[in-house]
């Protein structure tokens, strides 16, 4: 805080308003104690006993055939379990859970193709047009691997892909399949 003072300069005698600080006692600053830096072993320190408890004894897992038949001989419960997948470097999509109902099925599951008829008459109006199979590829914004697979029978048939190349060729191609 300042006090406003008028004084006259000695330079040029005109007075002017200066401001000089206030001369208050300030108080002599409270010292807060210090928090301690460290952890404090008086309040804070929780004595109560604790107790760990271990489950008992488990039943060692046997690694190799003779470990599983010296138990056996001495009459020990022995449970055989083989591990899922275990001890292999493989996918986690590679094994199949259930091998023995896959196995016991006698279903050929496979994905239906083109038909014959479907990929000649395919063949046929394209050349018919004139076109490659690029360039029919390109009309219905289709990559030119869709085509091929298309007129080698190996494609599945997808409708939406069908009534374009029937929009594009202008004829109306056979069922697919």
């Not at 018919?128 to 007129?151: D, F, H, P």
């Not at 190996?154 to 399949?177: D, Q, S």
Request: hydrophobic share 35%.
């Amino acid at each position: 805080m300042a006090q406003a003072i008028l004084a006259q300069t000695p330079q040029d005698g005109k007075v002017r308003r200066a401001f000089a600080p206030l001369s208050i006692p300030l108080e002599p600053r409270r010292h807060l104690p210090k928090m301690p830096s460290g952890p404090s072993l008086q309040g804070a320190q929780d004595w109560a006993p604790v107790v760990w408890q271990k489950s008992g004894p488990k039943g060692k897992a046997a690694k190799s055939s003779q470990e599983v038949n010296a138990a056996r001989r001495s009459g020990a419960d022995v449970e055989t379990s083989k591990k899922f997948g275990g001890g292999g470097n493989q996918s986690a999509h590679s094994v199949v859970p259930n091998a023995k109902k896959l196995d016991e099925n006698t279903e050929t599951f496979r994905h239906d193709t083109v038909s014959h008829d479907f990929k000649l008459s395919l063949m046929q109006a394209r050349t018919a047009k004139k076109m490659s199979q690029a360039a029919l590829a390109q009309a219905i914004n289709e990559k030119g691997t869709v085509i091929n697979e298309y007129e080698s029978g190996k494609a599945i048939p997808n409708g939406a892909i069908i009534n374009k190349l029937n929009r594009a060729l202008g004829v109306r191609l056979p069922k697919a399949k």
